[in-house]
């Protein structure tokens, strides 16, 4: 059985600036900044996958 609960860690950019981060995609489709818990430098804290 596979586990579902697990984060996976991509790119993302951000939705504002288009700034590239390292972000988790959780099994919800939430996704945040990996070591920036304020989210992007331009304080937006939305991203889009990167392969999306």
């Known amino acids: ?3 579902q609960s697990a984060s996976t860690k991509t790119v993302g950019v951000c939705t504002h600036c288009g700034a590239f981060h390292a972000v988790c ?3 919800d489709r939430s996704v945040y900044a990996i070591g920036s818990p304020q989210g ?3 304080s937006e804290t939305e991203f889009r996958l990167l392969e999306e």
Do not use: G, V
């Open 1 to 3: 059985m596979s586990e």
């Open 25 to 27: 995609k959780r099994p």
């Open 40 to 42: 992007c430098h331009c």
